[in-house]
Structure formats: structure tokens, C-alpha cells
């Protein structure tokens, strides 16, 4: 089984900072995409940002300039850096990591995280 663990969240006034943090434990052989979703009730999950192992980086237009996703390869972690941060930022976010389970396995399954709260407000 593999684990996708979620820290950093909580209440924070705009502007920000505020940062989060995801390991990926348990069966890993590799870990190729990661990367970061957001979700409030009645919407869609939508991306935040995404990271490659070759550092390829994907995100939303609404969090560039704001927003850094990084990673540790070593450590399975990847990070989301937040920035001037505004209310519409308020979310529920989710780490969301492509793993391979083990040498047998040829491709690689996708994982969520638990998700963890941000909130900005004043």
C-alpha cells in the first residue's frame, strides 16, 4: 500500500504565506508526476500545480506568480509554496503523486492524499 501524507494546512490571513507538504511512504519503487489539486463542495477538483521528475512544471493561471511547486525526489515530498495568498484560495487541497508500486509493476497508479484545509481570512 502506498501512503500519501499531507501537512502544512490551516487558517491564514491574505497575503499568506503558507506551506504545504506531501510524502508518499509504503510500497514505492518510483515516483514519476506530483502534484497538487483543490476542491471546495459542488465544484470540480481542479490543478493547482503539477512537477515532472525532469522539473517540468504545470500550473494554474490563477496561482502563477504566486504558487511554487517543488520536490524532493529523494524524500518522495513535494511542496507547494503559497504566496499572496487571497480568500479565493480558500480550499480543500490534495496531493495527488504517480507511483510505481514495485519492479514488477511496468506503470505507474495514481494516489491522493486525505487533503488538508486552507483557509484565508482575515
Known amino acids: 500500500q502506498v501512503q500519501l501524507v499531507e501537512s502544512g494546512g490551516g487558517m491564514v490571513q491574505p497575503v499568506g504565506p503558507l506551506r504545504l507538504s506531501c510524502a508518499a511512504s509504503?510500497?514505492?519503487?518510483?515516483?514519476?508526476?506530483m502534484g497538487w489539486f483543490r476542491q471546495i463542495p459542488r465544484k470540480e477538483r481542479e490543478l493547482v500545480a503539477s512537477?515532472?521528475?525532469?522539473?517540468?512544471?504545470n500550473s494554474a493561471d490563477s496561482v502563477k506568480g504566486r504558487f511554487t511547486i517543488s520536490r524532493d525526489s529523494a524524500k518522495n515530498t513535494v511542496y507547494l509554496q503559497m504566496n499572496s495568498l487571497k480568500p479565493e484560495d480558500t480550499d480543500v487541497y490534495y496531493c495527488?503523486?504517480?507511483?510505481?508500486?514495485?519492479?514488477?509493476?511496468?506503470?505507474?497508479?495514481?494516489?491522493w492524499g486525505q487533503g488538508t484545509l486552507v483557509t484565508v481570512s482575515s
Open positions: 512537477i515532472t521528475t525532469s522539473g517540468t512544471i
Open positions: 495527488n503523486v504517480e507511483v510505481r508500486v514495485s519492479i514488477r509493476r511496468l506503470s505507474y497508479d495514481e494516489f
Open positions: 509504503g510500497s514505492v519503487y518510483s515516483v514519476n508526476k
